[in-house]
């Protein structure tokens, strides 16, 4: 019944489907990081303009530090460039100012390390 050239028909066709979806996915891919890389010139363009070297040197450091929030700051800058709200080039000082603003309206996050000597068997009652 199984026809050896119908068998050898079927596997040539599923190996050039199978090769047509990765070679589609790779292009999808590829596409995907050059949109990436073209939005992320574009960000670096728009704040290496606003931005004097202190401040993005200031701001380097943050997003190393803090990620999220240097994120978040990158993001408000750029809006408010787009917005038309920064006239001159922002410096160091501006961009401490404009830090401390974001830090007052984040809720802080209040961390606490509880040590308990019971359980970590440090108390000086056991020694003789």
Known sequence: MDD??????RKQRLAQMQSQFQGGDAQSQKKAQEQA???EDAKNSILSQILDQSARARLNT????????????????IRMAQMGQIGTKI????????????????????????????RAAL???DEF
């Open 37 to 39: 890389k073209a939005q």
């Open 4 to 9: 050896p050239e119908l068998e050898k028909i």
């Open 91 to 118: 410096g160091e000082t501006e961009l401490i100012n404009l830090l401390e603003n974001v830090n007052s309206q984040m809720p802080q996050s209040k961390s606490s390390v509880k040590f308990d000597r019971r």
């Open 62 to 77: 943050l997003m190393l530090g803090k990620p999220e929030k240097g994120k978040m700051v990158e993001s408000m800058l």
């Open 123 to 125: 108390d000086s009652d």
